[in-house]
C-alpha cells in the first residue's frame, strides 16, 4: 500500500454579478444603519460607528450569504433593501 495526496474540488466555484453601493455612496449615516440593522439581528456586536471595518463587513457577508446566498463582504443593493436600509 501507498499514501496518495491529491487536490479534490468539493464545490464549483461560482461568479454572480450583483448592483453594489459604491464606496463613494456609503455614508457614516448609511453604515451606521447597515450595523445598527445588523446587530437588530445579532450578526453586528461590535460599537456602532458608521465605518465599513472588518467586523462590519464580516457581519454583511453573513447576512448575504443566509439571506441572498451571495459570500460578499461588500454591501449589494439588495441586501440594503432586505435589511431595511435603503428602498
Not at 467586523?55 to 439588495?78: C, I, Y
Amino acid at each position: 500500500f501507498r499514501t496518495v495526496e491529491r487536490n479534490v474540488q468539493r464545490q464549483a466555484a461560482r461568479q454572480v454579478w450583483a448592483p453594489v453601493i459604491c464606496d463613494t455612496d456609503q455614508t457614516g449615516e448609511l453604515i451606521t444603519q447597515v450595523q445598527s440593522a445588523l446587530a437588530e439581528r445579532g450578526l453586528y456586536t461590535a460599537r456602532v460607528d458608521g465605518v465599513m471595518g472588518p467586523q462590519t463587513r464580516a457581519a454583511v457577508q453573513a447576512f448575504q450569504f443566509d439571506q441572498l446566498d451571495l459570500r460578499t463582504p461588500v454591501l449589494t443593493v439588495a441586501g440594503a433593501q432586505r435589511l431595511g436600509v435603503l428602498n
